[in-house]
């Protein structure tokens, strides 16, 4: 019997994509919820498994465009010829010895006795990795991919560990470009397409203008230090400077409600909720997941939000619901080292606030001059919603609460 394996929908507004990797290769023998391919769009990568157990063939390659619910490939169930046994029943196959796996020696390591994300099945076969010796940091003890690569990190020497464990097995579309002793040709992945677009649309369809201001970081820097380790010890997450960014942009949106609103038409719509977008360099490119009622939440639920994003988007895990629906985004250019720049507005967002590298300066404190740890801030507007006025006194209302971090808990 042969059961199609079809592209899925991913979101409403989703309607092709990219199959960037197979993870298996055709002829292999997969198992229902093993991971078959990566699927890219305009917004993020996701592991598509398998929908059964069988013999895999595959009909379209790695790097083609594909449409939503379009067949890329089929698997074979097993027949009796090939595994001496009739093919298993669903009822069969919930049953909790299957015959293949009592008919396997004991001494081979079972990694279907273990629940495995696909990331760490896939990782776990290509390394060999004994799975029953790892432990699960996942929900309901699930071995997931960090902890399958943590345990050959510290089990074996760096060089007898492959150093390509975040990349697939077969071919990525990269291999398919066109290579000459001057140049690369390859085709623009479907999320790097989609930042270009909306990036020339931001310029294209508002009136972009940036207000800048610094501010002194020593009255965060010193908290921080301060209660770093305590913070830590509780709450399982470190204390960095994007929590009180995201409080100070709150605390800023409500005093300036123009900011927090958006053209739509010939109508302007007033957010009165504040879900806070922060963008996160990855591999593929620029995204921004979206913090839900950043105002509603404590210095730890904001910090162990940015942390479980960042790494979702580093291990390409963000889904849809996660990156849509934003009323203002940070971008922290600071981390790469950029000292001053002018961030794009993130459509249809009506400001964006970038964020730069720390730097001791002399400033005038008072009639004496001091050494401070300084930041620049841009403030991106659209000034067909912002006026000037309204502008510079968002950023100033951030800037205050940034320096003296009392008025977010005193809201002064």
């Known amino acids: ?16 994509g990219v199959i960037s990797v197979w993870h298996r290769k055709s ?12 699927l890219e769009t305009d917004k993020i990568a996701t592991e598509v498994p398998a929908p059964a157990s069988g013999r895999l063939n595959i009909q ?23 595994t001496g046994a009739p093919a298993a029943s669903p009822a069969t196959a919930a049953s909790p010895l299957p015959a293949a796996l009592s008919a396997r020696p004991v001494t081979e390591p079972n990694a279907e006795s273990r629940p495995l994300s696909p990331a760490a099945r896939r990782i776990a076969a290509e390394q060999k990795a004994p799975i029953e010796e790892i432990s699960g940091s996942g929900k309901h003890g ?25 990349e697939p097995a077969t071919a990525s579309p ?3 470009a066109q290579v000459t002793p001057r140049t690369t040709r390859k085709k623009l992945t ?33 908290l921080r230090t301060r209660y770093q380790d305590t913070f830590q010890k509780r709450h399982g997450a470190k204390l960095g400077f994007m929590s009180f960014f995201i409080k100070s942009v709150v605390d ?16 302007l719509v007033e957010n009165h909720f504040y879900d806070i977008g922060v963008a996160v360099g990855t591999d593929r490119g620029l995204v921004v997941p979206v913090i839900r009622s950043a105002d509603t939440k404590s210095f730890a639920q904001l910090e162990l939000d940015v942390a479980d994003y960042a790494k979702k988007a580093r291990e390409g895990k963000l889904q849809l619901d996660h990156l849509t629906g934003g009323g203002f985004t940070i971008t922290n250019g600071g981390i790469y080292g950029s000292l001053l720049s002018t ?25 004496k001059i001091e050494v401070r740890p300084m930041m620049y801030l841009a403030l991106s507007y659209d000034h067909r919603v912002v006026d000037g006025k309204e502008a510079v006194t968002f950023l100033v209302r951030v800037k205050e609460c940034v320096e003296d971090p009392t008025r977010l808990l005193l809201q002064g």
Not at 27 to 38: N, P, R, S
Request: aromatic share 2%; net charge negative.
């Open 174 to 176: 990269e291999t398919a």
């Open 60 to 82: 379209v390659e790695a790097g083609q465009d594909v449409k939503i619910g379009q067949v890329v490939a089929s698997l074979e169930a097993a027949d009796k010829s090939e």
């Open 190 to 222: 479907p999320l790097r397409r989609k930042i270009a677009t909306q990036l020339v649309e931001a310029q294209r369809n508002a009136a972009m203008l940036t207000t800048f201001n610094e501010c002194d970081m020593s009255a965060i820097m010193s």
């Open 343 to 367: 961030p794009i507005l993130n459509p249809p967002q009506s400001g964006i606030l970038g964020m730069h590298k720390i730097q001791n300066r002399p400033v005038a404190i008072g009639d």
């Open 27 to 38: 002829g292999d023998t997969v198992k229902d919820g093993e991971a078959l391919f990566t």
């Open 1 to 16: 019997m042969s059961i199609e394996v079809k592209v899925p929908s991913v979101g409403e507004s989703v309607t092709t």
């Open 142 to 166: 699930q071995v997931t991919k960090p902890d399958i690569i943590n345990f050959l990190e510290t089990r074996s020497a760096p060089s007898s560990i492959s150093p390509m464990l975040e």
């Open 252 to 267: 800023a949106l409500q005093a300036v409600p123009a900011m927090n609103a958006r053209l739509e038409g010939d109508e």
